[in-house]
T-cell receptor, first 111, second 111 residues
Framework: GQQLNQSPQSMFIQEGEDVSMNCTSS?????WLWYKQDPGEGPVLLIA?????ELTSNGRLTAQFGITRKDSFLNISASIPSDVGIYFC???????????FGEGTQLTVNP | EAGVAQSPRYKIIEKRQSVAFWCNPI?????LYWYQQILGQGPKLLIQ????????DSQLPKDRFSAERLKGVDSTLKIQPAKLEDSAVYLC?????????FGPGTRLTVT
């Protein structure tokens, strides 16, 4: 089956710094989703991307759907302590097909 | 709008026992998903329902796992008998279109 490589696995940053993480796939995806998961909770949808080249923002978060349709990145600007958590990318090959998740990026923000 | 509800939140059982999890999706969402999330990994799809029909159960260990969605709303996931390696968080998600929304999950510990 398709695999998603998400990097980095973990990041330790200072409050106020910008953060970037990305996902690459062995397959072409039609949809990319980015989620954040806090301890003891389910993943929360942050941003959804539907077209190659699409750049979408949600507050301090910006995500892009790669032109090749095999990658996506997420940027967080001016990080704050509540940004701490695990960020997952997820991709879908066709509408209604299985969502494949990356392994996650653990973000730690030092105040 | 109420989110995806799951119960119980935590369950501890001994190996070879059985366990059941319940999920109530967001109102109006026709598609319901059950995921297994092992510690340190991204969620993995177990089964996907469209209304009360199964769309994808290719990754469900059918010798011990079963799921149903009667009347196309609530769903239950059962494990019988449980093994040690079933220890994980079981997440339920629902969607109206592409974007999946997750419940808080049930943390299962098998001893």
């Amino acid at each position: 089956g398709q695999q998603l490589n998400q990097s980095p696995q973990s990041m330790f940053i200072q409050e106020g710094e910008d953060v970037s993480m990305n996902c690459t796939s062995s397959s072409i995806f039609n949809t990319w989703l980015w989620y954040k998961q806090d301890p003891g909770e389910g993943p929360v949808l942050l941003i959804a991307l539907y077209k190659a080249g699409e750049l979408t923002s949600n507050g301090r978060l910006t995500a892009q759907f790669g032109i090749t349709r095999k990658d996506s990145f997420l940027n967080i600007s001016a990080s704050i302590p509540s940004d701490v958590g695990i960020y997952f990318c997820a991709g879908q090959e066709t509408s209604g097909s299985r969502l494949t998740f990356g392994e996650g990026t653990q973000l730690t923000v030092n105040p | 709008e109420a989110g995806v509800a799951q119960s119980p939140r935590y369950k501890i059982i001994e190996k070879r026992q059985s366990v059941a999890f319940w999920c109530n999706p967001i109102s109006g969402h026709a598609t319901l998903y059950w995921y297994q999330q092992i510690l340190g990994q991204g969620p993995k799809l177990l089964i996907q329902f469209q209304n009360n029909g199964v769309v994808d159960d290719s990754q469900l260990p059918k010798d011990r796992f079963s799921a149903e969605r009667l009347k196309g709303v609530d769903s239950t996931l059962k494990i019988q008998p449980a093994k040690l390696e079933d220890s994980a968080v079981y997440l339920c998600a629902s969607s109206f279109w592409y974007e999946q929304y997750f419940g808080p999950g049930t943390r299962l510990t098998v001893t």
